[in-house]
């Protein structure tokens, strides 16, 4: 969920930006790597993902979900 703060600026929700991806869940990493390339286009000044935390600064953000990314 993106949610735009006039405050805050734009506050993405992610539950599991960095997986997991499971055979048995049906995960399709491709699809997976659309979903965080489109999310990046918003330029997220905050992201609350549901394990590690909360990350703040644009280019915080943008670290985070590239290096997933990387990893996948």
């Known amino acids: 969920m993106i949610y735009l703060h006039p405050k805050f600026g734009t506050i993405l929700f ?21 979903s965080m390339k489109y999310l990046l286009s918003f330029e997220p000044d905050i992201l609350c993902e549901g394990h590690y935390g909360i990350i703040k600064g644009k280019s915080s953000v943008r670290k ?9």
């Open 14 to 34: 992610g539950q599991d930006i960095h997986g997991p991806f499971m055979e048995e869940f049906n995960s399709n990493v491709e699809d997976w790597r659309k």
């Open 64 to 72: 985070f979900i590239e290096s997933h990314l990387r990893q996948h």
